[in-house]
């Protein structure tokens, strides 16, 4: 069940991004900040909202997310599926390209754009990733019962899909059918 509510919440998953207050906080302040959990973290250890070396950030995770969910794809068909301008998805995946998370390769439909896909470091940092966000999710339900979750995920999926089919955009799901 927490796989498919996390697909449904996927559009707010962030990390935490320090404002200037975090920024002049002490070594200690910090210390203490991260021993006894962030608010905004959604884990005991005040990890799971926070960016560093081994995260990513939410862009890379939806892009990520996305060449999962329906496999290799051209900068166009990103750019048409997240709505965004192509320079924009050119950039955000030239990024990931640098970083080895993202490879080009040809088009295996013979069509002439080249097509992007996960390279196994991208595979396996968002499966870590993806694994963090639920973990994080499953805290942040911990106290409510099954009952409660399951209506939070029903009502947040009849959300989305009425904003889908209104902006006639699907998000890729196992079950993408019109009802709930």
Sequence with gaps: ????????LMLVARCHVLTPRDRKATGADAAAEARSGDARSGDADGTAGRCGPDRLDR????????????????????ADAFQLDVSTVNRQTGNLVRSGLLERIPDPDGGLARKLRATTEGADRFTAERDRRRAALAGLLEGWTPEEVARFEEMLTRFNREVETKEGHLWPREDNTAGV
């Design 1 to 8: 069940m927490l796989e498919r509510l996390e697909r449904e």
């Design 59 to 78: 862009s890379a995770y939806l892009l990520l997310s996305r060449l999962d969910a329906e496999g290799a794809m051209s900068i166009g068909q990103l």
